[in-house]
């Protein structure tokens, strides 16, 4: 099991104080690049992430969201899709205990995290469904979805291909969550999708869209949480 983290991981102890850090455009490196490596540089919440052992500063957004909603309780038996390089695993891990259950995938290679049970194939492959639901071997408490398909630049394409992800998502949720439980998904741009966000209403007891602190404030990034799922 993954081993607690101390109080300095909390969101409240994040700062961004302290010097900045220039990065000088190198040779070979587009501008592109170097405005990247500057914002990780000073990312408080990349700091953070590195001193407190998590595998990137997106533990924070989960850690945010579930300090909010309360959805990944002690016992809990979790999912987590996209899950590589593993922040929201470890976060779930600490947060469901020794009693909790976690099983991750994505589709690129990763290293496991100790305690989850990782997994490495295509969520959208025809079997990916029945595969995760024997490693589960019963219903689960949240589904927790971080994923996000690749931008091809064509800003309808992308969109359509995000709306897949989400309602595949939340489609795999309505076939292996519990009564009660609770659902995660990364969305963009407006939010949930309007037929898609009625039918969470219908099957939910609550649903909330949020952007936490940590979700960069140039991102269009946001969350959809369902909660109280009607099975």
Same mark, same amino acid.
């Given at each position: 099991?993954?081993k607690k983290?101390?109080s300095?991981?909390?969101?409240g102890?994040?700062?961004?104080?302290?010097l900045?850090?220039?990065?000088?455009?190198?040779r070979?490196?587009?501008?592109s690049?170097?405005r990247?490596?500057?914002?990780?540089l000073?990312?408080?919440?990349?700091?953070?992430a590195q001193?407190a052992?998590?595998?990137?500063?997106a533990a924070f957004?989960?850690?945010?969201?579930d300090?909010?909603?309360?959805?990944l309780?002690k016992?809990?038996?979790?999912? !987590?899709?996209?899950a590589?390089?593993?922040?929201?695993t470890q976060?779930?891990l600490?947060?469901?205990?020794?009693?909790g259950?976690v099983?991750?995938? !994505?589709?690129?290679?990763?290293e496991?995290v100790?305690?989850?049970?990782?997994?490495t194939? !295509?969520?959208?492959?025809?079997?990916?469904?029945e595969?995760l639901?024997?490693?589960l071997g019963?219903?689960? !408490?949240v589904v927790?979805s971080d994923m996000?398909a690749?931008?091809?630049g064509?800003?309808?394409?992308?969109?359509?291909?995000?709306?897949?992800l989400?309602?595949?998502a939340?489609?795999?949720?309505?076939?292996?969550?519990?009564p009660?439980?609770a659902?995660?998904c990364k969305?963009?741009?407006?939010?949930t999708e309007?037929n898609?966000?009625k039918t969470?209403?219908?099957?939910?007891?609550k649903v909330?869209?949020?952007?936490?602190p940590?979700?960069r404030?140039?991102?269009?990034?946001?969350?959809v949480?369902?909660m109280g799922?009607?099975a």
């Amino acid at each position: 099991m993954a081993k607690k983290r101390g109080s300095s991981a909390k969101p409240g102890g994040v700062s961004g104080r302290g010097l900045s850090v220039r990065v000088k455009t190198a040779r070979g490196r587009k501008s592109s690049s170097t405005r990247w490596l500057k914002r990780q540089l000073n990312d408080p919440y990349v700091r953070q992430a590195q001193a407190a052992g998590y595998r990137s500063r997106a533990a924070f957004k989960l850690i945010e969201l579930d300090d909010k909603y309360k959805i990944l309780k002690k016992g809990a038996r979790i999912i !987590d899709l996209g899950a590589a390089p593993g922040g929201w695993t470890q976060i779930a891990l600490e947060r469901v205990g020794a009693k909790g259950e976690v099983v991750a995938l !994505d589709i690129r290679e990763w290293e496991e995290v100790a305690g989850a049970t990782c997994m490495t194939f !295509d969520f959208m492959d025809p079997d990916a469904p029945e595969r995760l639901k024997e490693a589960l071997g019963g219903p689960v !408490d949240v589904v927790l979805s971080d994923m996000a398909a690749p931008a091809m630049g064509h800003s309808q394409t992308d969109h359509l291909r995000i709306v897949a992800l989400m309602e595949a998502a939340w489609g795999f949720a309505e076939e292996v969550l519990a009564p009660g439980g609770a659902f995660v998904c990364k969305v963009f741009q407006g939010g949930t999708e309007g037929n898609l966000l009625k039918t969470m209403k219908a099957r939910c007891t609550k649903v909330a869209h949020a952007k936490p602190p940590s979700s960069r404030k140039e991102s269009a990034e946001m969350y959809v949480v369902a909660m109280g799922f009607k099975a």
